[in-house]
């Protein structure tokens, strides 16, 4: 039914964000209110995939984890899903390629820019207790090859863009961005 594409930088705090949206958007399916069809909420993410952070430092080992994720994109979205594709997708050429993939089964799509600064992201990858930690070198390459989604294209479009700073996530937009498809979002441009 829908794909929320989640993209930042590398220990950016995109888990944590794509969780608290999947529980912001089962309230809303739970609520007495909701009249709408039935529907899941799946997050899919590398590690799901058993997909190791060290295969970002190889350029063969990463295309086909991209392959993987990719993969699982495309078997699990469907009318009953809304499907949060939870990782760094940070090629601009990648994000296109899930968006036709999603299009093409006419699911509605946004994406969720995860913003943190460089420094705090190597901060809080040093400190990780999940043992998910990006090798140091192979963290300073991602930051560097980083491609910022954009909501001047349609691929990326809606965007919406939550700050590290930010203490929830901007529930209702997502949600009606995903439901109605109408909503612009604040940093939309003009
Ligand atoms: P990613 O999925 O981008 O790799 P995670 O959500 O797993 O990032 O978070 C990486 C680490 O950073 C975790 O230890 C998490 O607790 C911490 N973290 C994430 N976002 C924030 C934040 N806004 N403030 C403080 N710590 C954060």
């Known amino acids: 039914m829908a794909l929320i594409t989640v993209s930042g930088f590398p220990s950016s705090g995109k888990s944590k964000r794509a969780h608290q949206i999947k529980v912001h958007l089962e309230s809303r399916l739970q609520d007495p209110s909701?009249?709408?069809?039935?529907?899941?909420?799946?997050?899919?993410?590398?590690?799901?995939l058993n997909?190791?952070?060290s295969v970002y430092g190889d350029g063969r080992l990463e295309k086909s984890a991209r392959a993987a994720l990719f993969t699982a994109m495309q078997r699990r979205m469907g009318q009953d899903t809304i499907l949060i594709v939870d990782a760094m997708n940070y090629i601009k050429g990648f994000r296109y390629q899930m968006y036709c993939a999603a299009r093409e089964i006419k699911v509605r799509v946004c994406t969720?820019?995860?913003?943190?600064?460089?420094?705090?992201?190597?901060?809080?990858?040093?400190?990780?207790?999940?043992?998910?930690?990006?090798?140091?070198d192979i963290l300073g390459n991602l930051l560097h090859r980083y491609e910022e989604p954009s909501s001047m294209v349609r691929w990326d479009s809606?965007?919406?863009?939550?700050?590290?700073?930010?203490?929830?996530?901007?529930?209702?937009?997502?949600?009606?961005?995903?439901?109605?498809?109408t909503v612009k979002p604040p940093n939309a441009g003009t």
Do not use: H
Not at 164 to 173: I, K, L, S
């Open 34 to 48: 909701y009249s709408g069809p039935k529907l899941k909420v799946a997050i899919v993410s590398d590690d799901d």
């Open 51 to 53: 997909i190791d952070r």
């Open 112 to 136: 969720v820019y995860i913003l943190a600064t460089p420094d705090l992201c190597k901060e809080w990858n040093t400190s990780r207790e999940d043992g998910m930690q990006y090798p140091s």
């Open 158 to 181: 809606p965007l919406f863009t939550i700050s590290w700073m930010d203490e929830d996530v901007p529930a209702d937009n997502i949600w009606k961005a995903i439901t109605e498809g």
